[in-house]
């Protein structure tokens, strides 16, 4: 009985946190995971688990990120960072195409086979930014194949919406597409929310559901350090093949959940959906708006942690001879003037409507063009809001200000 | 006068006036044609009536020294040209100018200002049909002011 | 190797013609024989000139007529600058065709009044094409046109025929009358009330700038037109054309791939709001 209750979970050692890596680097895999760089945690290239932030946990509040040490050796003790992954899915800045003017014309050239970069050449080299232009720098030649290490639910869900955008209409990103298909997900279980954490109001965590090919919760014991692993696919499991294991027992199970259930009583912040497309589509012109267009810098930092938002731009570039081009794709944010430029001037010209367009497409709009909110309640552009806005809060004075508003309860999500 | 009678009532501008109203207004109305280049009115003149156009192309003009005779706009068939008449001193702010062969039916303004005092509702009935024109009027110049198509920055 | 959206075909241009002081026309054929380039009226192409840039521009031609590609354009920025100073024999990138399409199909057996302002005209010309083509499907046809001044008139040979037809009434006017011009003065929307059509069995198809279009949809509305029956053509800012780097996001909708026609209905509201 207790062999069929456990079924679905097994138990793996700290000690054998090496294996997983080894397991995926032994299929091509470049790991890229958690790490401590610059006094933040951020997604990086890894080589083995010794890159993770052990011991190391995150304080955060609007405004406010800082990396604090914690008193055990956990791996995944803190929440998320600046980076997301969207950094190794949708590049920030990824060539689409080189073009060389011919007698008659030009023509257009794709990915440049001819000069592949050496096996290890780390992923991260292959990704320059050109200094002008860069007709001898390829393109990977072939997809790179990442394994992420340490996903978090909010960042399931991100990649999930991302999809939708990417893979779910009527046009294919390739980048996007290849990338996306090759990549092994291990997602972690949240231990504890962070102050700016608010994924259990938008039903995107603190649990991994779906969208992973293991996840992990990993449990600190006074004498014992090990994680609670759960099987997605059927390639995740033949990875955990490659890892000593045994099947978990179902005080270890309870245990994992216990974690989880309290990592969702504490979370930092919350938003009430209730209707929030309605809300925001009837309040296009609340006075909010223009409060907190005064202390919005415009400065794209909410866009560019944000794990869903994906506005791009392209640079079209020549050489001094103007016989080779080059088109970029970077990211681009919907709070730059130029995002909305049409001729004689741009659109969006006021910040308050940079905000607006933002917050109104991230939790209204988007479920008009992709059934699902563009928000997972990271908590991202709140914390690395350099003035601390707070979507949350803005969400909040907007409903309060209804005729009809009755306070929603704390912790009834 | 029957057949003016048949064509003013069944004008759109005049469309909802009672038989007594259209009686009157009839009363005030005869028959104009005007050539190609001829001038309906100038700017300063009294202004003592308006047109009904039932064929050809009416342009408003102001002359601007150094430009010459500039089209403000132009009217056509169904539409109604004038409305200075209406309000004191009774004096044309722009020239019109037929710039085709043009036929209209005339309404002295002079005998419909009378009309009007004696019959409020008459004065009514007219004052609210003009007040829609000049609504279109200041709507079109409005749109107009913003030069839509020009290259702005 | 999968297709990419991203990547443009070349098109070579086989003909230059100047329509105004600051627009002119572009017919393109594919450098590589790639069979037709088929497209619905108001749909519209992504063009890029080597090195310097791409930029959305709606298709102008004869749909009837996949051999060349027609597009109009206006010198506003860097890109048709560059675009303004090629030459035939040039080359351009292609990317296309993208976007929804005048209903010119759903049109049939109403009137249809096409009313364009300025370089609107060049996305609505399609649409004309399409409709005389098959004159007999459709009621009353009836163009109106507003221009800046009698000089900005677009493809004036091919109104002049336009306007010799028994089956179509077109009225020109422009805002700003010059020189010798004995056409009509005023604003495109002063032809509305009286234009002939049937307001209760009317398609409307509507292009210029966006405030012409507000202003045309209520005169429409105004003459008893339904909200479902007007269609508006939106421009914004692109950078892919299919639904990929969200610059084109207009409210809950994404004018390159739902747009850039869209029903009045649809946007009546989204276009009352500033800065949208």
Redesign the interface.
């Given at each position: 009985m207790t062999q069929a209750q456990t079924f679905e979970r097994f138990i793996f050692d700290r000690q054998y946190f090496l294996s997983l890596f080894e397991a995926l680097t032994r299929r091509g895999y470049c790991v890229v995971g958690p790490t401590v760089c610059d006094g933040a945690i951020v997604y990086q290239e890894l080589t083995s688990p010794d890159d993770l932030p052990i011991g190391w946990t995150d304080q955060q509040d609007g405004g406010t990120y800082r990396l604090k040490r914690r008193n055990d050796q956990a791996l995944f003790g803190y929440v998320v960072g600046p980076h997301s992954w969207k950094k190794f899915l949708f590049p920030p800045r990824i060539r689409?195409?080189r073009?060389r003017?011919t007698e008659?014309?030009?023509n257009?050239v794709?990915n440049d086979v001819a000069s592949p970069p050496a096996p290890d050449t780390p992923y991260s080299a292959l990704n320059d930014p050109p200094s002008g232009i860069s007709p001898s720098i390829p393109i990977h030649p072939t997809a790179p194949k990442f394994a992420f290490i340490g996903v978090r639910s909010c960042e399931l869900h991100a990649i999930a919406i991302q999809d939708k955008?990417?893979l779910g209409?009527?046009?294919?990103?390739?980048t996007y597409?290849?990338r996306r298909e090759n990549a092994f997900i291990v997602a972690v279980n949240c231990g504890q929310a962070g102050g700016t954490c608010f994924c259990a109001s938008m039903n995107t965590g603190p649990k991994a559901t779906v969208g992973f090919d293991l996840a992990l919760t990993e449990i600190l014991e006074p004498a014992r350090h090990y994680f609670v692993v759960e099987v997605g696919t059927d390639r995740g499991a033949a990875v955990l093949q490659d890892i000593p294991h045994r099947p978990a027992h179902i005080e270890e199970v309870q245990l994992a959940e216990e974690i989880v259930a309290r990592t969702a009583r504490q979370m930092g912040r919350q938003l009430d959906t209730t209707d929030i497309k309605e809300l925001l589509y009837r309040n296009?012109?609340h006075p909010r708006w223009d409060q907190v267009a005064a202390r919005c810098l415009t400065c794209a930092n909410c866009t560019m942690v944000c794990p869903t938002c994906?506005?791009?731009?392209?640079e079209?570039?020549?050489d001094l001879t103007?016989e080779h081009?080059e088109?970029w794709?970077t990211w681009?944010s919907?709070f730059t003037m130029d995002?909305?430029?049409?001729?004689?001037g741009s659109?969006?010209?006021?910040a308050?409507?940079r905000y607006r367009?933002w917050m109104t497409?991230k939790l209204?709009?988007w479920i008009?063009?992709f059934g699902t909110s563009g928000c997972v309640g990271c908590g991202r552009c709140i914390t690395w809001c350099p003035v601390a806005i707070d979507i949350t809060e803005e969400v909040r004075a907007i409903r309060a200000s209804e005729p009809n508003h009755k306070e929603k309860t704390d912790g009834n999500t | 006068m029957e057949t003016l009678e048949r064509i003013l009532a069944e004008h759109p501008f005049f469309a909802g006036l009672d038989a007594r109203h259209i009686q009157l207004i009839v009363g005030c109305a005869t028959n104009v044609r005007f050539d190609a280049g001829q001038f309906i009115f100038r700017e300063g003149e009294e202004a003592n009536e308006f047109y009904v156009i039932r064929h050809g192309?009416v342009?408003l003009e102001v002359f601007v020294p150094g430009r010459g005779p500039?089209?403000?706009?132009?009217l056509?068939?169904?539409?109604i040209l004038g409305w200075s008449w209406l309000i004191p001193p009774y004096h044309w702010h722009f020239n019109a100018r037929a710039?085709?062969l043009t036929r209209a039916i005339a309404l002295d303004g002079k005998c419909l200002r009378a009309k009007c005092e004696d019959d409020h509702d008459l004065g009514y009935e007219l004052l609210k049909r003009f007040a829609h024109i000049v609504e279109?009027r200041l709507?079109?110049t409005r749109?107009?002011l913003?030069?839509?198509?020009?290259?702005h920055s | 190797?999968?297709?990419?959206?991203?990547?443009?075909r070349?098109y070579?241009i086989s003909r230059v013609r100047r329509e105004t002081a600051?627009t002119f026309t572009l017919e393109l054929t594919p450098?590589q024989d790639e069979g037709t380039f088929s497209f619905a009226p108001g749909q519209f192409n992504m063009l890029?000139v080597?090195?310097?840039?791409?930029i959305p521009i709606s298709i102008s031609g004869d749909p009837a007529n996949p051999r060349t590609v027609v597009h109009t354009t206006r010198v506003?920025?860097t890109v048709t600058r560059a675009m303004g100073t090629l030459k035939r024999?040039?080359?351009l990138?292609v990317r296309g065709p993208f976007g929804s399409h005048w209903p010119v199909e759903e049109a049939e057996g109403n009137d249809v009044v096409i009313v364009a302002?300025?370089?609107g005209l060049a996305p609505l010309r399609p649409a004309l094409f399409y409709i005389l083509s098959r004159r007999e499907k459709y009621g009353r046809v009836v163009l109106l046109y507003?221009?800046?001044t009698p000089e900005?008139i677009l493809y004036r040979r091919e109104l002049g025929r336009w306007r010799a037809q028994f089956d179509l009434d077109v009225y020109v006017?422009v805002?700003?009358?010059t020189g010798g011009?004995?056409?009509?003065?005023?604003?495109v929307?002063?032809l509305i009330?009286?234009a002939p059509f049937d307001p209760l069995n009317t398609v409307a198809m509507v292009c210029?700038?966006e405030?012409?279009m507000r202003?045309t949809a209520l005169e429409l509305r105004k003459r008893g037109v339904g909200a479902d029956n007007i269609f508006l053509s939106m421009?914004?800012?692109m950078?892919?054309a299919?639904?990929?780097?969200?610059?084109c996001?207009f409210?809950?909708t994404?004018v390159c791939?739902d747009g850039p026609v869209f029903p009045y209905r649809r946007v009546k509201d989204l276009l009352a709001?500033?800065?949208?």
């Open positions: 689409l195409f073009a003017r008659r014309g030009f257009i794709l955008v990417f209409g009527a046009y294919v990103d390739p597409k290849v296009y012109e994906f506005c791009s731009t392209v079209d570039v020549t103007g081009a088109r794709r681009d919907c995002f909305s430029y049409i001729h004689g659109v969006r010209a006021s308050k409507a367009q497409h209204a709009t008009d063009q | 192309k342009a500039v089209t403000i706009q132009t056509g068939e169904g539409e710039i085709e279109q709507q079109a749109l107009q913003l030069d839509v198509y020009g290259v | 190797m999968m297709s990419d959206p991203m990547i443009p070349q070579r600051d450098v890029y080597f090195g310097v840039g791409e506003v920025g024999g040039d080359v990138g302002g300025g370089i507003g221009a800046r900005d006017t805002d700003r009358a011009w004995r056409g009509n003065v005023g604003v929307t002063t009330p009286r210029g700038p405030v012409m202003f421009e914004r800012n950078k892919c299919v639904g990929f780097c969200g610059h996001q409210g809950p994404f791939k709001i500033w800065e949208l």
